[in-house]
């Protein structure tokens, strides 16, 4: 399982710098969802871990079609 890490303002394995942090948690979710699910790890200024949240792979039964 992918473990992706925020920063202040910076994804990591991501060379994009945002100007704030909740549009680096939303390009890290993103990027989350398009591997397939993992770990999201969320990290302050001061390097502590403010939010660690899991998501799964979407299950193919549930979607209409």
């Not at 991501?14 to 790890?41: H, I, N, P, S, W």
């Amino acid at each position: 399982m992918p473990r992706v890490t925020v920063g202040p303002r910076q994804v990591s394995g991501d060379a994009q710098t945002y100007k704030a942090q909740r549009e680096t948690e939303q390009a890290a979710r993103r990027q989350l969802a398009d591997t397939g699910g993992g770990e999201l790890v969320v990290k302050g200024r001061d390097g502590r871990i403010r939010v660690q949240n899991t998501t799964e792979r979407p299950d193919p039964r549930r979607s209409k079609g």
